[in-house]
C-alpha cells in the first residue's frame, strides 16, 4: 500500500516538471494497473495513452470532445469532471512539439487516471475532513465533481426531499426587526447611509413592475411577464437581509418557478438600496449549537443549489449592495448583470465566520483560486468594475439601464431552443465548473494543500491577529477541500466550520463589534426621545496633541471637515501634520489614493485664533487638551460663550468629571464626554458619557437625548464602536485596565519578574503584557489615573509602590529600548529589547516568592474581572456584555475569549468567587471582595441568552 501511494505521489509530482516522454512513462506505469483494476475510459476500449492529452494550444478547441472520461459510480458526475490547469512544462505536443503556455485541459485524464487508481485502492477521506482532503491525490476523485453544489441534480427532487428531511426541524425563528448582518458590518458611509435613511423608491423595478403584480410571496414581489420572464424581486427594504423566514421561501419561490410551465426564464432582483445585504443578525444570534449552524448552512446551500441547477435561465440583476449571502445568491445565477454603482463583499471573516452559502466553493471556479482566497479573507468591499474585471459579473450597465438590459437578456435566453438552452445552462452552472489553477497553485495543492494554506494564511491581511486565526484556517480549509475533493465536499466542509464557528462566542463578540460601529441595536434607545439628531457638518478639535490630531484626522478621512485649535503655531503644525499622516494611513488600508485621498487631507485645517473658530461655526467641538480641570473648566466657560447655541461640546478627558466640565460650559444639555483611546486608528472604542440630568427641565431632557444621538450619529459615521458609560471615576476601560496595572506592580513587589508576567498576558492572548503597555501610555498618565482611583474608590487601595517609586525616578521604564529605523515609513520607533528587570527590583524591594505562569494568569484577570463586575454593580455599564465589548474594542483584550466575562464564567463562577476570597484573605485588600453582579450571578450564569 505504502508502494503504490508513493509511486502515485513520485509520478504526479514529476509530472509537473518532466518532458513529455517522462510523463508518457509515468502515464503508463499506472494505465496498466487501471485496466487491469476495471477503470477504462467511457466508450473506449482500453486506456488512452498520454498523447490523447498531452497537446498543443491548437487542438484545444477540440480537444473537450475527443477526450474520454473514466467511469465513475455516477455516469452524469462523470460527465461533468473539472477541468484542471496544466502547468506549462506539462503542456506539450508529443513527439518533440515544443512547450506552450499554460493550458486549461478539460478533464485531464493524465492525472484523474492515476488519482482513480488511488481512489479505487485507498480509503477515500470524509466529506467533512477537518482540514483539506489527507492528500492531493486522494481528492482527485472522478465521481465528487457534481452538476450541483448538494449533489442533487435538477431531477433528482427526491433526493433532495430526503435531505431535507434528514435535516430536521428548524428552531423557532427569533423575534423583532431583522438588523442585516453584513450591512452592519460594513464601514462605507455609503451603506450607511442606506442603512440609516428611508429607503428609496424603487423605481429600478417600475419597468418590469409597472402593472399590477402577483404577491404570492410574502418577502417577495413578483411578476410573470407575456414572454415567460418571470420576474422576482426581494422586497425587504430598506436593506433586503437574509432571515430564516426569507430562506425558506426561497426554496418556495424555486420551486414554483422551476414546477411553472409558464416561466421560461428568471430575473432575480432587490428592491431598494440593495440586491440583498446579506444575513439577519438574528439569525446569526440565534445559532447556540453546532448542528443547529450546520442545519441553517445547509439550508442556505439546497435553496441556493435549486436556482444554479434549475432548467430555466437565471438572470441576476444586481441592483444595490451585493453583500456576503446576497453575494453567494448572486453566484448560483446563470448571468449577473451589474449596476456601476453595485457594492460587493463578504464580510464574513470579521464577524467570526465564514461565508456558507457556497461561496468558497462557487467563487474560486468563477475567478481563480487565489483572488478567491483573497476576496474571502479580506472582507473588504470592491467596486462592480473589479467584479467585471475578476470574472465575478458578466457585465456593467448604469443604473438606468439595469432592469431594461437584464430583462433584454432574460427574454433572449427565454427564447432558445431546448438544445441550446440545455447547453447553455450546463457551461453556465458554476460548481460544474472548474478552478484555472496557476503553477504554483498546483504545487501548492499536494500535500494536503499544505504549501498553499500556508502561503495563503501568511498573504491574509489579518494574518497578524491572533484572534482571527483559526477563522482565517477555516476559509482556507473549506475552499480547499472544494479545491481537491470537489464541491459536494467542499460545501460539507462550510456547514461543519459554519456550525462551530457561528455557535462561539468568538463570533457574538466579533458580531457585536461589528454592530457597534454603525451605532448598533442595543444603543439606538438613546437619542430617540429628542427627535432628529442635528447634522454633523463641521468639527472642530480643541488641542493639536497626539489625540487631538488623531481625532481630526479621523473625522477628515469621514468626510468631515475638521479644524484643529492650537495657542501655540509650533503644535498647531506638528498637529496638522500628524492628522494628515493619519489621513494617509487610513487610505492606504482602505485603498484611497490619489485625488480622493488629497480631497481627505485637504478637510483638515488649523488655526490658533478663537475668533476663526467661532467664525466656523462647527457643529460639534471636541477638547482633547492636557488633563488640567483648571484649564479645561475655562476653556469650555469660554467656548459656551462665543460658539452658537447649538454646538455640542464634548471632553476627551480618561479622569475628569464629565459632570463639572458640562456645568462649566452653561450648557449641560448640549455637552457629553467622546473618551477616544490611543492609538486611535487601532483601537476603536469610544466611551459615550452622558452627564448626571438630575434636575434637568423637561425641555432640557429632550435637547439632551438629541444630543446624545448626533454624539452617536458622528461616532457612527466615523466607524467607532461605542459603548454608553455613567459619569464615574475612570469611565469603564481606564477603571479596570489602571486595577489590572495596579496588580502587576503589586506581583512584581511580591517577588515576580517584569518578563515573566508580560510574556504570560501575552501568551493568553492580550497584544501587550501590563508593563509594556505601561511604557506606552507613560509612568504619567499611569499614575495619574491610578492616583485618581485611590482618591475616588475605596475599594482601589493604596497605589503600587513600585508605579509610584519609578515614575520619581528620571527617565525609568520597564523595558530597555532601541531606536531602529522603519523602512517603509522611514520613521524611527522604539523596539523593546529586554525588562529593566534590575532597576525595577530595587525600586519593588527584595521579595523572592516564585510565582507559576497559571498564578500570575488567573489573578491578573480575575481582579479584572471583579472589577468589571463592579461597573456592572455600579450601573456604570449596562451589563457583562458592555463591559466585554468595552474592554475587547478599548485595551484589546481577546476576542477569541469571547470576552473577560464570558471567560471568566467558563472557569465556574462558584470556583472564582471562592478563589476570589482567598486572594482577599491573603492580601486583606478590598478589590478582592468579590463584586455583588458576581455573587447575583452565582448558579445563573453572567451571559443568559439574550438578544444582540
Excluded: C
Amino acid at each position: 500500500m505504502k508502494q503504490l501511494r508513493a509511486t502515485i505521489s513520485l509520478g504526479l509530482s514529476l509530472g509537473l516538471i518532466l518532458p513529455p516522454p517522462a510523463i508518457a512513462q509515468v502515464v503508463k506505469s499506472v494505465s496498466a494497473p487501471a485496466a487491469a483494476r476495471g477503470l477504462v475510459p467511457v466508450g473506449a476500449p482500453g486506456v488512452q495513452a498520454a498523447p490523447a492529452v498531452l497537446t498543443a494550444p491548437s487542438q484545444l478547441p477540440s480537444l473537450a470532445a475527443t477526450v474520454p472520461t473514466l467511469t465513475a459510480p455516477n455516469p452524469a458526475r462523470a460527465a461533468a469532471a473539472p477541468a484542471l490547469a496544466i502547468p506549462q512544462a506539462a503542456v506539450a505536443a508529443v513527439a518533440g512539439t515544443p512547450l506552450v503556455p499554460a493550458a486549461i485541459v478539460p478533464a485531464a485524464p493524465v492525472l484523474l487516471r492515476a488519482a482513480a487508481v488511488v481512489k479505487r485502492v485507498l480509503p477515500a477521506p470524509r466529506a467533512a475532513a477537518k482540514g483539506p482532503a489527507r492528500t492531493a491525490l486522494q481528492g482527485l476523485r472522478l465521481d465528487l465533481p457534481s452538476s450541483s453544489g448538494m449533489g442533487l441534480t435538477a431531477a433528482s427532487g427526491q433526493e433532495a426531499r430526503n435531505f431535507a428531511a434528514r435535516m430536521g426541524d428548524e428552531p423557532a425563528r427569533p423575534s423583532g426587526d431583522p438588523v442585516p448582518l453584513q450591512a452592519a458590518a460594513s464601514q462605507r458611509p455609503t451603506l450607511q447611509a442606506a442603512v440609516a435613511a428611508p429607503a428609496p423608491a424603487p423605481a429600478a423595478l417600475d419597468p418590469l413592475f409597472s402593472q399590477p403584480r402577483d404577491e404570492k410571496f410574502k418577502n417577495f414581489k413578483y411578476l410573470l411577464d407575456a414572454d415567460g420572464v418571470a420576474a422576482v424581486a426581494f422586497s425587504r427594504t430598506p436593506i433586503n437581509a437574509l432571515s430564516l423566514e426569507v430562506i425558506d421561501e426561497l426554496h418556495v419561490v424555486a420551486d414554483t418557478l422551476a414546477a411553472d410551465p409558464a416561466v421560461k426564464s428568471v430575473l432575480l432582483t432587490g428592491e431598494g438600496a440593495a440586491f440583498l445585504a446579506g444575513a439577519d443578525i438574528n439569525l446569526l444570534y440565534s445559532v447556540r449549537t453546532v448542528t443547529h449552524g450546520i442545519r441553517l448552512s445547509r439550508n442556505l446551500q439546497v435553496a441556493l443549489d435549486k436556482f444554479e441547477n434549475m432548467d430555466k435561465p437565471v438572470v441576476m440583476a444586481l441592483n444595490g449592495f451585493t453583500v456576503g449571502g446576497g453575494l453567494e445568491t448572486a453566484m448560483a445565477g446563470h448571468v449577473r448583470i451589474a449596476s456601476d454603482k453595485v457594492e460587493f463583499k463578504l464580510p464574513e471573516v470579521e464577524l467570526g465566520i465564514l461565508p456558507a452559502g457556497g461561496a468558497p466553493q462557487r467563487l474560486p471556479r468563477l475567478i481563480g483560486l487565489t483572488p478567491a482566497l483573497k476576496l474571502l479573507l479580506s472582507g473588504e468591499f470592491f467596486g462592480a468594475a473589479e467584479a467585471l474585471r475578476l470574472g465575478l459579473v458578466d457585465r456593467v450597465v448604469a443604473p438606468d439601464q439595469l432592469m431594461a438590459e437584464a430583462r433584454k437578456e432574460a427574454k433572449r435566453l427565454a427564447e432558445l431552443p431546448p438544445a441550446e438552452k440545455a447547453e447553455f445552462l450546463r457551461t453556465r452552472r458554476t460548481l460544474q465548473k472548474p478552478i484555472p489553477l496557476t503553477w504554483r497553485e498546483w504545487f501548492g495543492l499536494f500535500f494536503d494543500g499544505f504549501f498553499l494554506r500556508r502561503w495563503v494564511f501568511s498573504e491574509s491581511s489579518r494574518a497578524g491577529e491572533k484572534d482571527y486565526e483559526e477563522i482565517i484556517m477555516k476559509i482556507i480549509d473549506a475552499t480547499l477541500i472544494g479545491a481537491i475533493q470537489g464541491p459536494e465536499a467542499g460545501l460539507g466542509a462550510e456547514a461543519d466550520f459554519f456550525g462551530e464557528l457561528a455557535s462561539s462566542p468568538t463570533s457574538k463578540i466579533l458580531t457585536q463589534l461589528a454592530l457597534r460601529r454603525h451605532g448598533g441595536p442595543r444603543v439606538k434607545r438613546y437619542g430617540e426621545k429628542g427627535g432628529k439628531p442635528l447634522p454633523v457638518e463641521r468639527v472642530a478639535v480643541v488641542g493639536g496633541g497626539v489625540m487631538g490630531s488623531a481625532i481630526a484626522g479621523l473625522a477628515a478621512f469621514s468626510g468631515l471637515p475638521a479644524t484643529i485649535k492650537d495657542v501655540d503655531g509650533r503644535y498647531l503644525e506638528a498637529g496638522l501634520a500628524k492628522a494628515r499622516e493619519l489621513v494617509s494611513e487610513l487610505g492606504r488600508r482602505e485603498k484611497t489614493e490619489g485625488e480622493a485621498l488629497a480631497k481627505k487631507q485637504a478637510l483638515v485645517a488649523g488655526t490658533i485664533d478663537d475668533s476663526v473658530l467661532a467664525a466656523s461655526k462647527p457643529s460639534l467641538v471636541i477638547e482633547a487638551i492636557r488633563e488640567d480641570e483648571a484649564d479645561k473648566t475655562a476653556l469650555f466657560a469660554r467656548l459656551g460663550r462665543e460658539l452658537p447655541p447649538e454646538t455640542i461640546f464634548a471632553s476627551n478627558t480618561s479622569v475628569l468629571s464629565i459632570n463639572t466640565l458640562a456645568r462649566a460650559s452653561g450648557r449641560p444639555e448640549r455637552f457629553v464626554g467622546l473618551h477616544y483611546f490611543n492609538p486611535v486608528d487601532k483601537l476603536a472604542l469610544v466611551e459615550l458619557i452622558v452627564p448626571d440630568t438630575q434636575g434637568f427641565t423637561p425641555e432640557q431632557l429632550k435637547t439632551m437625548d438629541q444630543t446624545i444621538g448626533t454624539a452617536l450619529a458622528f461616532l457612527k459615521k466615523t466607524g467607532r464602536v461605542v459603548v454608553v458609560v455613567k459619569d464615574a471615576p475612570g469611565f469603564a476601560v481606564n477603571r479596570v485596565l489602571l486595577t489590572y496595572l495596579n496588580e502587576a506592580n503589586k506581583l512584581v513587589e511580591e517577588g515576580a519578574g517584569v518578563e515573566q508576567v508580560d510574556a504570560v498576558m501575552r501568551a493568553f492572548g492580550l497584544p501587550m503584557g501590563p508593563f509594556e503597555l505601561t511604557d506606552f501610555v507613560g509612568l504619567g498618565l499611569a499614575t495619574e489615573v491610578g492616583g485618581h482611583l485611590q482618591a475616588s474608590l475605596p475599594h482601589f487601595g493604596p497605589l503600587s509602590g513600585l508605579l509610584v517609586r519609578l515614575r520619581a525616578m528620571a527617565g525609568a521604564t520597564y523595558h530597555l529600548y532601541k531606536e531602529v529605523l522603519h523602512r517603509k515609513s522611514g520613521r524611527v520607533r522604539k523596539v523593546r529589547q529586554v525588562a529593566n528587570e534590575a532597576v525595577v527590583r530595587q525600586a519593588a524591594g527584595a521579595a523572592s516568592h516564585q510565582f507559576s505562569d497559571l498564578e500570575i494568569q488567573r489573578r491578573l484577570l480575575l481582579v479584572m474581572a471583579n472589577e468589571a463586575l463592579r461597573l456592572v454593580s455600579e450601573g456604570v455599564v449596562e451589563s457583562p456584555q458592555e463591559a466585554d465589548l468595552a474592554l475587547a474594542a478599548g485595551m484589546g483584550f481577546p476576542v477569541s475569549t469571547g470576552g473577560l466575562l464570558r471567560y471568566i464564567e467558563s472557569l465556574g463562577l462558584t470556583d472564582v468567587i471562592a478563589r476570589l476570597r482567598s486572594y482577599e484573605a491573603a492580601t486583606g485588600r478590598a478589590v478582592f471582595t468579590p463584586a455583588p453582579a458576581l455573587l447575583a450571578a452565582e448558579g445563573k450564569g453572567l451571559y443568559p441568552e439574550v438578544k444582540p
